[in-house]
């Protein structure tokens, strides 16, 4: 009856939306979202700080309309930060504040692509941009990747076959492999695109949660172009629902960014993005941050340990440095989404990895979350999932 | 250099955010945003508010990824507000949680238009409705208005020539023109749009900013085959910042919206829409709505009291029972657009009222917001604009 968009009468709930829904569920062992762990959560230190914010700060600042870029007090924040993740003179016109990185994926999609332009990810990425891309009736294709990042014959070949508008790229801890781009391959990946005017956007949501090893520079640190937009959120970081991220880029494609959000939604509360400053005014972020990445790393642990001890040999799951995530490979005959209902039934949840899939290939992957579990709850959940993975392959055998 | 897309590509700084900024410094008399008066807006309130949100709520609640819909319990009090606004039967799948109203017309332009398809709006209409709906590469074709509303004769003709997918409307204190639809032209307004299956978009930020006269029936009451969508904002009520808004419509209709939610930005905050629901439930809604009433009708009197008495004759003007604004017609002579420069070399600011026409008329209008400028300013600012367009006149008849 309802005569919708083409972008959207064929889309019912997203997977992610379901997984949200999935993970509410308090009986269920969720490995499903990307959540980070609630016990984290800094509701008490929130509560001091939106209390003094409110308390200390004028209405026309805190609770009256305000410019879409952002409250400059939070955008000078941000330069700062930004300086401290090694991007060098970062002014106010690089930086948008977001209602969560997703936003900015949303924006920078509103601002570069017109149907049927050409949008490249990684094969697998992260299944809500491919999501954001369909909302823009974009031609989403994947380039293959390997331990060192994106495979730069691949890109190469489909920078040229499709000159595209944009790539998208998480390649600190990707989601959903829980991967990291060397150093070299940044490096490359931005003078490649750069050969031919393809802009690329660094998502960059789980950076500052590395347990193991050394960082590696942003791909943005290698831009000099500006044909980079960095963008990172403090969902992770601080809490989800604070809603608050920030984009970094020229201030040419700033601009854009900024036009389309002051058409989509104005701007931010000013509350969530000053609960943010004033969160790295009072030496908050990363104190709290290294709290809880010794948390996060112990659930790794647990789950890579539970992992080791109960799944057959046959099957593959990677041994991330940091993120949220770890990621499973299944021997080809197993079906990770037919297996899904199974695995609920016994009250664990996992995301099918075929999801993550612009092509909608890797049938037999599927995306663990560590961070939101107790280490008790993993090894019931590892156990359970194991015991299915088992049985399949016994059966195959057989 | 970059390849942005068509929608944004010659889209420069909207009227809106240049507006915001302009509104910003302090030595301007501001007449143009369409900002409550920033001494109504509650920081101890909010203060009291959220301090007991962070401290008595858990943080899956407060600071955890939630559900796209929105926060259970605001959506519960937004159920009960919409039978308190005269909307009987909605239930928690008719609505939906946004970050501002304006992101509630994004969404429907998401959920309902494709390049090239045609909207009806009111001439003249909301200026950031016509940005909305150019991102979108919509068709935006504006229907004819008396004192009673949208023509009807007008309209008829207009839904039978292009068939709209859309057709938006303020129906209640009108943006910008402060006019409110008998409730019979609203009545009449549904059944012409259902005889041709166009959606309605009912906007409805000031409707409860009433200062004389009687309320007169939602537009979305006299919906019977879910054809209208009925948007309200806490922002002028409230506090903009907060950017909470609740659209309310048919289940098929909202379940798109959520999709196009999930995909922009996820959700809102739980602060601000937890801030919201508490605050209706200490019932602060009501009882601060009539004392900032109070303070925008004398607002508005002195306003109108002030072109009575400095304003030529020859110039026309509404006198609204409610909302943020007056509209104000010029001798055709005069152009508005060419004379605010003039306007803010002498430090007051309004809005040209050809920025609210589709099709770019309306040059010799203008828009006044009465609400966020204090008497004194008022009488100030009225007198200087009052003298420049008299000044034009003289000199027009010399």
Redesign the interface.
């Known amino acids: 009856?309802?005569?919708?968009?083409?972008?959207?009468k064929n889309?019912?709930?997203?997977a992610?939306?379901e997984i949200?829904?999935l993970t509410?569920k308090p009986d269920i062992i969720s490995f499903a979202?990307g959540?980070p762990g609630?016990?984290c959560?800094?509701?008490?230190i929130?509560?001091e700080i939106?209390?003094d914010i409110?308390?200390n700060k004028?209405?026309?600042t805190?609770?009256?309309?305000?410019?879409?870029e952002g409250v400059k007090e939070f955008l000078e924040t941000m330069r700062g930060y930004m300086g401290e993740l090694g991007l060098k003179g970062v002014e106010l016109n690089n930086l948008q504040a977001l209602?969560?990185g997703?936003?900015g994926l949303?924006l920078m999609c509103?601002?570069?692509?017109?149907?049927g332009?050409t949008i490249l990810v990684e094969n697998p990425t992260y299944l809500?941009f491919l999501?954001?891309a369909n909302?823009y009736e974009a031609n989403v294709v994947g380039v293959d990747a390997d331990d060192n990042g994106l495979i730069l014959s691949d890109l190469e070949q489909k920078l040229n076959k499709y000159k595209p508008?944009l790539l998208y790229t998480v390649p600190t801890f990707s989601n959903p492999t829980g991967k990291t781009y060397t150093a070299e391959n940044r490096k490359a990946i931005v003078e490649l695109c750069d050969s031919v005017?393809t802009?690329i956007i660094e998502d960059d949501p789980y950076g500052r949660l590395r347990y193991d090893g050394k960082d590696v520079p942003l791909l943005k640190s290698f831009d000099k172009t500006g044909s980079v937009v960095y963008i990172t959120s403090f969902?992770k970081t601080i809490?989800?629902?604070?809603?608050v991220a920030v984009a970094c880029g020229?201030p040419?494609?700033i601009?854009?960014v900024?036009?389309?959000k002051?058409?989509?939604?104005?701007?931010?509360?000013?509350?969530?993005q000053l609960i943010v400053s004033e969160y790295f005014a009072r030496g908050y972020y990363y104190k709290k941050l290294e709290e809880n990445k010794a948390i996060f790393k112990e659930r790794k642990d647990a789950m890579l340990f539970a992992l080791d001890k109960y799944m057959s040999k046959e099957v593959v799951y990677t041994r991330p440095n940091g993120g949220l995530f770890i990621w499973m490979t299944l021997p080809e005959y197993i079906d990770a989404k037919a297996m899904l209902p199974e695995a609920i039934e016994k009250k664990v949840a996992y995301i099918q990895g075929c999801e993550f899939y612009a092509d909608g290939s890797g049938k037999n992957t599927m995306r663990l979350n560590f961070s939101n579990s107790d280490t008790d709850r993993i090894d019931t959940g590892i156990k359970i999932i194991s015991e299915l993975v088992n049985k399949k392959i016994k059966e195959h055998k057989a």
Do not use: W
């Open positions: 009856m309802y005569k919708f968009s083409d972008r959207i889309m019912d709930g997203t992610t939306r949200l829904k509410s979202g959540m609630t016990c959560l800094p509701n008490d929130i509560r939106a209390s409110l308390g004028s209405a026309v805190t609770l009256q309309y305000g410019q879409s209602s969560g997703q936003q949303d509103k601002a570069f692509i017109n149907k332009d809500a999501q954001i909302t508008k005017g802009v969902s809490a989800p629902s604070l809603r020229a040419e494609v601009r854009k900024t036009i389309g002051q058409n989509t939604d104005v701007h931010n509360p000013a509350l969530t």
